[in-house]
């Protein structure tokens, strides 16, 4: 996700023009391209095995596609903007806990884009729910 700056754009699969905000699929085990000026950014990599476990074998078909505004994609990029802002505040291992939670959420957020009801088995064990009792 670019967060600040002119458009930038990246080739993969097709020229894709990325503004602030927008969060962008690619595939780093593909060749691509990246053309932008003075910018700050913010990824997600995730592990292809944890990918393909989490979504299956559709993980081609999401490769340079925009995802959507709303829903749990704005609340990635909130989350993602708010830790990347507060990381010096954080100790490393709020830090990891913040990164953890953001791939739950990119897996979250990739399921959706397949049309596929989130699997709580392929996320994090975090709060799935009220606490028993």
């Not at 595939?27 to 950014?41: A, E, F, K, M, W």
């Not at 791939?103 to 709060?127: C, I, K, S, T």
Request: with cysteine; aromatic share 2%; proline share 5%.
């Amino acid at each position: 996700m670019v967060t600040c700056g002119p458009d930038t754009f990246l080739e993969q699969h097709g020229r894709h023009r990325v503004r602030p905000g927008d969060l962008l699929i690619t595939d780093y085990g593909q060749p691509l391209r990246v053309t932008r000026s003075r910018h700050r950014s913010i990824s997600i990599l995730v592990p292809r095995r944890v990918a393909s476990e989490a979504l299956g074998a559709s993980l081609g078909s999401l490769v340079g596609r925009s995802v959507a505004a709303g829903g749990m994609a704005a609340v990635l990029r909130s989350h993602m903007r708010a830790s990347i802002d507060e990381a010096a505040r954080m100790t490393p291992q709020q830090r990891a806990v913040a990164v953890n939670a953001a791939g739950d959420m990119a897996l979250a957020v990739l399921q959706a884009e397949l049309g596929n009801r989130v699997d709580d088995d392929q996320l994090g064990a975090g709060f799935t729910g009220p606490p028993d009792g």
